[in-house]
């Protein structure tokens, strides 16, 4: 994201700070839970104790749906969420010519599976590819060369039932699904097309040739032997609303809207999981600074199934989800995990992962309930600069909060070029938000792969 949005983004934060002074119950999570870019369509999988989001990425300035890769986050608390880059782009499908838009990744096999729509070359139409990976944070590699299935429209969504059938939805304006095949890169059938009815996804009015609200993003899963079918609804401005059936395929029943219109983004998709004993709701919206229908970013809310298993109304918030846990300052983390984040940027780094970067004067990284028991002795982390260097100022509660120790970052020769610093910690105790603030000259100063306290 380019650095002027970001700088703006301090009021933004100035605003949440105001929230939890105000409120100062259990840390939640600062919506949106990316600030580096800006992110769309939230996709995520609950794997081995982590939840993965996986996202669309709007360029910044964007006036229209322009999206050229995917990004993968994960977080253990719902609150701080790690940045593992772009395991796939369209350059992953070679037939593939643009527009990598709203995917979705599901586990089965030992391996892990990416559905996504992207514009076939060769046609000129939306179709669905696939690709896979050995890991959840990838790297994914087209798994069959070309499209797994092409009508136009848009929007995967795949869902393995506990009958161990699985099965892939799509569409817009329609909604279709095939039954895959336990390979999950091929299907059984031809595709079939999902009535919409007004009693299955309620009625629209004023446009006869979409008399139902339903309009793209399908999300089903199941719960208590009902299946849930999430939508957006009634583009624009989308709503999301759902639907519940007896069976994967219908016949669907419409339940009601569970985000009303809101935000800036004239678009909405959510994505719906349980972790760790709680439901969570993702969407988008633009909220972030220079953020609106085509610069989206990606928020989320915990909620409770009423008793008869409807979904209550959710609201946007800045607040977000309550932290699941805290965070171990005693093992490495890399400086990419973060709760909120002003004037920030990541990379790759040439030691694996990502790093960050771009960091001025005042900027800083906020870590969200870390837990420090009867204290820290000490702070390293892991720097490279090719210009200045500058300082690592530990700070407690605000970006401003009281400083528990400063590490010098000293010039090493390049922006790759890693050295490890360490300086001496007084006073962090407790469970605290932990604000890494960088400080400094005038322009870049350095960048930070990880860091760990003793």
Same mark, same amino acid.
């Given at each position: ?30 919506? %949106?839970? &990316? ?7 939230? $996709?995520?999988?609950?794997?081995? !104790?982590?939840? @993965? *989001? =996986? ?91 070309? %499209?797994? &299935? ?7 969504? $795949?869902?393995?039932?506990?009958? !161990?059938?699985? @099965? *892939? =939805? ?285």
């Amino acid at each position: 994201m380019t650095r002027n949005l970001l700088r703006r983004g301090t009021a933004l934060l100035a605003g949440l700070l105001c929230l939890v002074v105000l409120t100062p119950a259990v840390s939640r999570a600062d919506n %949106p839970v &990316v600030q580096t870019i800006y992110t769309a369509d939230p $996709a995520a999988l609950v794997h081995n !104790g982590r939840v @993965y *989001l =996986y996202t669309g990425h709007d360029e910044d300035g964007s006036t229209y749906f322009t999206l050229k890769d995917w990004r993968v986050y994960s977080s253990a608390d719902m609150v701080n969420w790690t940045d593992h880059g772009s395991p796939m782009s369209l350059a992953t499908f070679s037939w593939a010519s643009a527009d990598a838009w709203a995917g979705q990744t599901v586990y089965r096999n030992g391996r892990f599976y990416w559905y996504v729509p992207v514009k076939n070359r060769a046609t000129g139409r939306m179709a669905i590819g696939v690709a896979v990976a050995d890991s959840p944070t990838g790297p994914f590699r087209d798994a069959i060369g070309r %499209p797994l &299935v092409e009508n136009g429209e848009i929007d995967p969504h $795949a869902f393995v039932d506990d009958t !161990g059938q699985a @099965y *892939l =939805y799509w569409g817009n304006p329609n909604l279709w699904y095939v039954r895959l095949n336990t390979d999950m890169t091929s299907f059984s059938g031809s595709p079939t097309q999902i009535p919409l009815t007004t009693a299955g996804f309620g009625a629209r009015s004023g446009n006869a040739s979409r008399p139902t609200l339903y309009e793209e993003a399908p999300w089903v899963y199941k719960r208590n032997g009902v299946y849930y079918n999430v939508f957006a609804a009634e583009c624009c401005s989308e709503f999301i609303a759902y639907s519940t059936a007896p069976g994967p395929t219908g016949p669907w029943t419409y339940r009601g809207t569970i985000m009303p219109r809101q935000g800036a983004s004239f678009t909405n998709h959510a994505a719906v999981v349980d972790f760790n004993g709680g439901s969570y709701f993702f969407y988008h919206n633009g909220a972030l600074p220079g953020g609106g229908g085509f610069t989206r970013s990606v928020a989320v809310e915990k909620f409770s199934y009423r008793a008869d298993g409807t979904i209550p109304t959710i609201t946007m918030t800045t607040s977000g989800a309550p932290q699941v846990g805290t965070l171990n300052p005693y093992v490495r983390q890399e400086a990419e995990t973060i709760a909120w984040s002003v004037g920030v940027e990541t990379e790759p780094s040439s030691e694996g992962g990502m790093n960050v970067g771009w960091l001025n004067n005042g900027d800083y990284i906020k870590v969200k309930g870390v837990a420090f028991g009867t204290g820290a002795t000490s702070f390293t982390a892991r720097v490279a600069s090719a210009t200045t260097g500058g300082r690592i100022e530990v700070r407690l509660g605000s970006a401003t909060g009281t400083t528990v120790g400063t590490c010098t970052v000293p010039v090493t020769g390049g922006w790759q070029t890693w050295t490890t610093v360490t300086c001496p910690v007084s006073g962090a105790i407790g469970t605290q938000d932990v604000f890494l603030r960088f400080a400094g000259g005038s322009g870049n100063l350095f960048n930070v792969n990880w860091w760990q306290f003793r």
